[in-house]
């Protein structure tokens, strides 16, 4: 079942030589956020992208969406290429970006209502993904009722509701306190270990992405280009404080530090 | 069903007697300092003239009449203005192109247009409703544009990546509950200046019943009492439009802001 499942979402990401020049409108100024970006991830994998602010990360995650342009490049998804927004590929922001005037459980069947289904057939098939999120008693409450972890947790389900092969991630735990979003972090894993999506998970956290990633891509200040990939090795479930794990954060905070000195 | 009136006095208590006293002021001021009914008809006149015209009836035809002029100005307003805000704001080519002519028409007051509104209409209760509709028309329009500027870019992003990416979609799924205070604060102001707007209509001859022909009617009989009953009458209605519509727009439509700071 599980095997299948994996199967039937390749969430392979293919990116190729992808640069992003925004040109200012007034004085036509031109400014490089991404500088010819290219990797590919896996099917299922857990992939951060790690870099100093203004580096373009999540510049690339909103191409990659669809939300935004690339000057020059490729991007496909299993072969795909990316032309647009499309409910494959998931996202969730850093904002709160739950609809206030919907309830938790009609946010997480806007998707389904997007594709025609009806509202209380959709209602039924996202039960699923509150309880996965653990919002099942909160799902008549309206946005403004939660917390902002809770908020985060419904954008979660909403984002899986639609069954994406792969789930972009802009600093979703970005505003949350510590404690939640440690165990934010927990459940994420969680969830993905259950789901096997791809995901791309933005930050600028090194302790969140040496807990979460497969992966991590550091990048180097504007224009944004890849600087390394750390493979992380680590066994899961993982500690927080191990040696190794401190080991390798040293590492990745070297790579972020290089990067401040050579502004 | 019983009703605590100990509860009602503490919790209402300040509110009343303020009110009380203002009429128990106006009672003695009118009858024993001006004694003169024309300039100041005192609170017990206004309430013999209210019963009069309650008891001939002349109090029903006159309401529903201006209420039907103040529908057929809201309705007009309603249909033509949230759309065109909404294409405002959600084109802006379209916004380019129409916002000109509403930044010209709209400081024109819409009492100047009561002259083409007679030519047009006739003396009808079109005319009057087409007064109405001038006041009311630019409050809705630019704050549903306004409310349609404002709705925040992340939820529309949101809106695409779920797969909902056709203007259509974006604008009744998401822009238009985004913009639903807006809208609905828009429809409070323009209430108000079309209510001002019937009486004025209504004044002028568009119309030979209404509350606000009453009150130049009577005034040309010299029955200040009358006068001021329809005066009270409108300040009565309009607060009750109000009160029943911001009611209704926050317990029905807005559910989801409360508890938020608005």
């Known amino acids: 079942m599980e095997v299948r499942d994996c199967d039937v979402k390749m969430g392979r990401l293919n990116i190729k030589n992808v640069s992003r020049i925004f040109t200012k409108k007034e004085d036509g100024s031109r400014t490089e956020a991404l500088h010819d970006i290219s990797f590919d991830v896996q099917d299922g994998e857990f992939i951060c992208l790690l870099g100093p602010s203004g580096c373009g990360k999540t510049t690339l995650l909103r191409i990659i969406a669809g939300l935004e342009t690339m000057t020059s490049g490729e991007i496909t998804l299993s072969g795909v290429p990316i032309t647009g927004p499309d409910p494959k590929r998931g996202m969730v922001f850093q904002q709160y970006s739950l609809f206030p005037w919907r309830t938790v459980i009609d946010n997480v069947t806007f998707g389904l209502e997007m594709q025609g289904i009806k509202k209380d057939e959709a209602r039924r098939q996202v039960e699923k993904y509150l309880e996965l999120v653990g919002l099942g008693q909160f799902k008549n409450s309206y946005p403004h009722e939660l917390s902002g972890g809770m908020q985060q947790r419904a954008a979660i389900a909403r984002a899986f509701a639609n069954e994406p092969e792969i789930l972009l991630m802009d600093e979703p735990f970005g505003a949350l306190d510590a404690q939640t979003r440690n165990t934010l972090q927990d459940e994420l894993l969680k969830i993905w270990e259950q789901k096997q999506v791809t995901f791309l998970f933005v930050t600028h956290s090194v302790d969140e992405a040496v807990f979460l990633s497969d992966r991590l891509i550091v990048m180097t200040s504007r224009p944004g280009r890849i600087k390394e990939i750390v493979k992380v090795e680590l066994p899961r479930p993982r500690s927080r404080t191990s040696p190794e794990v401190n080991r390798l954060r040293d590492r990745v905070l070297k790579l972020l530090k290089e990067e401040r000195f050579s502004r | ?262």
């Open chain 2, 1 to 262: 069903m019983k009703i605590n009136f100990v509860k009602i006095i503490e919790e209402k208590g300040v509110e009343a007697l303020s009110i009380i006293f203002a009429v128990a002021i106006w009672q003695l001021v009118a009858d024993r300092i001006v004694q003169n009914k024309l300039l100041l008809p005192s609170f017990y006149d206004v309430l013999i003239s209210f019963s009069v015209i309650v008891k001939n009836g002349l109090i029903y035809t006159d309401m529903l009449t201006s209420l039907l002029h103040f529908s057929i100005g809201i309705v007009a307003a309603f249909i033509l203005g949230v759309p065109l805000g909404i294409v405002m704001g959600w084109f802006k080519t379209a916004n380019r192109a129409l916002d000109p002519i509403i930044e010209i028409l709209r400081p024109i007051p819409p009492l100047a247009w009561i002259p083409f509104a007679i030519v047009w209409f006739g003396l009808t209760h079109q005319a009057a409703g087409f007064v109405v509709f001038a006041g009311m028309i630019f409050p809705i329009v630019i704050n549903t544009y306004t409310g349609f500027k404002n709705v925040p870019r992340v939820y529309v992003e949101a809106a695409k990546v779920l797969g909902c990416t056709r203007n259509i979609d974006l604008i009744r799924f998401i822009a238009i509950p985004s913009a639903l205070p807006s809208i609905a604060a828009g429809i409070r102001i323009a209430m108000g200046v079309g209510w001002m707007c019937l009486v004025a209509a209504e004044m002028f001859g568009v119309s030979t019943t209404g509350l606000g022909y009453q009150i130049w009617h009577n005034y040309y009989l010299h029955r200040m009492d009358f006068v001021l009953v329809y005066m009270l009458l409108l300040g009565f209605i309009g607060l009750l439009i109000d009160r029943f519509f911001r009611y209704y727009v926050d317990e029905k439509l807005l559910r989801w802001k409360s508890g938020t700071v608005m």
